[in-house]
């Protein structure tokens, strides 16, 4: 059964991975980015392999979505898969399904602090950053020379709100983490997804290997592994122009952007959304 880990991009997929990996896949709680390997992305190549190779073409793809999950359950294990897709139905096929879904965690950003990322990541304009957030869309592989990867696997997002919408289900096998409370406070939220964890899985933990996970996922430690090329999927503009995938972090704060219609353009857009997350009061 999977547990899914999902989110928007640039919402902290990538750190609460980070954490769940050197909770799970490590004795001392010390991360490692050979360790987030063991989080694997759907929808993806591999899992597809077995039913197509037009891996590019979505009408395609979306009829083996539940088969590729199946066949991922097949040895009875849990695993945890993260994905920025859509929880949606298109032409009666469901991305996925009670029978192979067994929890999510789902991690929302405020979408004013998603401007920036998003600028920085997909090498947007703010107003073109507004426009990724507010239509419906596909992203597909990793940004080189920049463009997308051929024949890549599509990732349905829809806009900002459509994607919490399609995921939030009122169950017990539903953990909202937010990115701000992330923020605030990491400790109280690691301990909110390793208590929600421990119902599925068999869990060990201790004061030390706590506070390894908090010290080795920090921001900061995060970046500086990857200043020191140890991070492989950060975006690309060019062969010879990396970019940063740790950005600006905790200190990305949209009361800084100068465009305030911009602003208010997404708080009007998504107004129903961010009040239920209070990003509105």
């Known amino acids: ?49 077995n039913f197509t190779d037009d891996f590019g073409n979505f009408n395609e793809i979306k ?14 294990k849990i695993k945890i898969l993260k994905t920025h897709h859509l929880n949606c139905k298109v032409d009666n096929y469901n991305f996925t399904n009670n029978e192979n879904t067994l929890a999510t965690i789902y991690i929302v950003r405020d979408p004013r602090n998603l401007l920036n990322s998003i600028s920085n990541h997909y090498s947007k304009s703010l107003e073109e950053s507004k426009k990724f957030l507010t239509t419906p869309k596909f992203i597909a592989g990793y940004k080189q020379n920049g463009e997308l990867k051929n024949n890549s ?8 709100g459509e994607h919490y919408n399609f995921w ?7 953990l909202l983490i937010k990115y701000e409370d992330l923020i605030k406070n990491t400790e109280i939220e690691l301990n909110k997804i390793i208590n ?33 090329g140890r991070f492989k999927e950060n975006a690309y503009e060019t062969l010879n122009k990396k970019k940063d995938f740790f950005h600006l972090g905790p200190k990305n704060d ?28």
């Open 153 to 160: 696997i599509k990732a349905l997002l829809g806009t900002w």
């Open 168 to 174: 939030k289900i009122k169950s017990n096998n539903f």
């Open 254 to 281: 949209w009361k800084t952007i100068s465009n305030k219609d911009i602003i208010k353009e997404l708080e009007n857009k998504f107004h129903k959304e961010m009040k239920e997350l209070g990003y509105l009061l």
């Open 63 to 76: 009829k083996y979505w539940i088969r590729s999950q199946e066949l991922i359950n097949l040895d009875n």
């Open 196 to 228: 929600f964890l421990k119902k599925f899985l068999n869990i060990k933990t201790s004061s030390e290997k706590i506070k390894n996970i908090l010290e080795t996922t920090s921001f900061n430690y995060l970046k500086n592994l990857e200043n020191k």
């Open 1 to 49: 059964m999977i547990i899914w880990l999902a989110s928007y991009p640039k919402s902290g997929n990538t750190w609460v991975r980070s954490m769940i990996s050197a909770l799970l896949y490590s004795e001392n709680g010390k991360f490692d980015f050979e360790l987030i390997k063991n989080i694997r992305q759907f929808p993806d190549k591999p899992y597809f392999e």
